[in-house]
């Protein structure tokens, strides 16, 4: 007597279930009957009665046999290594479907991120983590939508998002210096190309707060600082709205990686979504202010403190008056992609200056190479030179670290920034150039290191 292959039965019944969801989350399942070599089914996500266009594939796999090292809240699957081969070379999205046959329950895992993270560490997770709240219901439709871009919001919508990014705030300096930032502060000042995308880098931190002060007319004791345990968890929780929004496509993995691996402020350009862009024609009909496109963007490295050391310092009738000079750092610093050029040069023993180290770095070891070279010694012995609006984030920190922070008139941060001047240039250059109204050059930037020291001394002759 024939028997029925009961390995067929337990998979014909997960395709079942997985295309009965389909049917009630609007999502047009496909069978592919022929050659399942990896894929058993496509989904096209549809927005209503209205077909998207848009596809995803879907290995379906049934039985409790799939369902390893299961707790309350997960499993874990753990795929062959022709699967992760084979995933590795579709061209369509990908998703695993697995469907327990125990609750009729069908759990999802976005395949592509798995295989990303995996092609970062071939050796890494052997298995899949599937969380059980991942069912095949209105939740993954969203997902999708969104993976695709295709989640709009309606103004109610828009409003409550509006109100989130603005309770989200942090509070930078204390008292009268006291400057507030929201969440929305930062999505307006990073709009970029057209309102097209949205950019990040720690200096919209400081335009922010330039431009606060800037409208002050007391003198202000600027204490701003930019340390990790308050600020970081404040730019998660942006970028995590920007995601909860469906308001940027962002890569949250290199996020999280600049943020808490390298312990950098993060640096990107991120294209807004449909819904994105739609948010911003929604604050400029609710009359937020400053929904503005900044186009100033430059790669140019621009001069931002000298360092100068000498080797003595004492007050002579009432005038300060310095020894040698034994070093001078010329840090130059490019605020849109976050990193900066140190350049050190210390006296040789005829007197005349040598360059000893040159690199270009992030902030935190630039710092370190302060502490380490500088750090026991006095600090009336060095000289800061700042050659930018004292608001970044390493002078911040440089008046920290010497301690002797000096009040500031706020107009006197007024106008354009350095990184806003020059970028304005590269901007011009390349638009007027292709016409053949200009020729392209690269903007002419101050001699720098400033070769006259505090002392009189020259570190070099000028050209």
Request: charge should be negative; include cysteine; proline fraction near 5%.
């Amino acid at each position: 007597m024939k028997k029925r292959n009961r390995n067929a039965t337990t998979e014909r019944a997960g395709l079942l279930a997985v295309e009965q969801a389909c049917n009630r989350l609007d999502l047009i399942w496909r069978d592919l009957l022929q050659e399942d070599v990896g894929i058993d089914g496509t989904i096209e996500v549809a927005i209503g009665e209205f077909p998207t266009g848009k596809l995803v594939g879907a290995q379906v796999k049934s039985g409790t046999s799939y369902i390893r090292g299961e707790t309350s809240d997960s499993f874990r699957f753990y795929p062959d290594a022709d699967d992760i081969q084979y995933w590795s070379s579709v061209s369509i999205p990908m998703f695993l479907l697995v469907h327990d046959p125990r609750s009729e329950n069908v759990y999802w895992a976005d395949i592509g991120k798995y295989v990303q993270e995996r092609a970062e560490d071939p050796l890494g997770p052997a298995s899949i983590n599937i969380a059980k709240s991942n069912v095949l219901d209105w939740a993954f439709a969203k997902y999708l939508q969104a993976h695709f871009d295709l989640v709009l919001y309606s103004n109610d919508q828009y409003s409550i998002a509006s109100a989130e990014f603005q309770a989200l705030s942090h509070t930078f300096g204390t008292g009268e210096s006291a400057v507030n930032v929201t969440a929305l502060d930062l999505l307006i000042e990073g709009l970029w190309g057209l309102c097209s995308k949205v950019q990040f880098h720690s200096s919209l931190l400081s335009e922010i707060i330039r431009r606060n002060a800037s409208q002050r007319r007391e003198v202000l004791l600027f204490t701003y600082t930019f340390d990790r345990t308050s600020l970081y968890p404040f730019l998660t929780r942006y970028f995590n709205l920007l995601s909860k929004h469906h308001m940027a496509v962002l890569d949250i993995a290199d996020i999280n990686q600049s943020l808490y691996v390298k312990l950098e402020f993060p640096t990107f350009i991120a294209s807004l979504t449909t819904n994105g862009r739609k948010f911003t024609e929604y604050l400029r009909a609710t009359s937020v202010p400053r929904v503005h496109d900044n186009q100033f963007f430059t790669l140019a490295l621009l001069p931002h403190v000298q360092i100068e050391v000498f080797s003595s310092f004492q007050v002579v009738d009432d005038r300060p008056a310095f020894g040698q000079y034994t070093d001078v750092l010329a840090i130059s610093f490019n605020s849109h992609l976050d990193y900066y050029r140190l350049e050190h040069w210390r006296r040789a023993p005829g007197g005349e200056a040598q360059k000893a180290w040159e690199q270009n770095a992030f902030l935190s070891e630039v710092k370190a190479y302060l502490l380490h070279h500088f750090g026991d010694i006095p600090k009336d012995c060095l000289l800061f030179r700042y050659r930018d609006a004292p608001l970044a984030p390493l002078i911040c920190w440089l008046e920290e670290w010497n301690d002797n922070r000096q009040p500031i008139a706020g107009a006197a941060v007024g106008g354009k920034s350095n990184a806003e001047t020059f970028g304005f240039h590269d901007e011009f250059m390349a638009v007027m150039a292709p016409a053949g109204a200009m020729t392209v050059t690269e903007p002419t930037l101050p001699q720098f290191p400033t070769p006259r020291l505090a002392n009189g001394e020259l570190l070099y002759r000028p050209m």
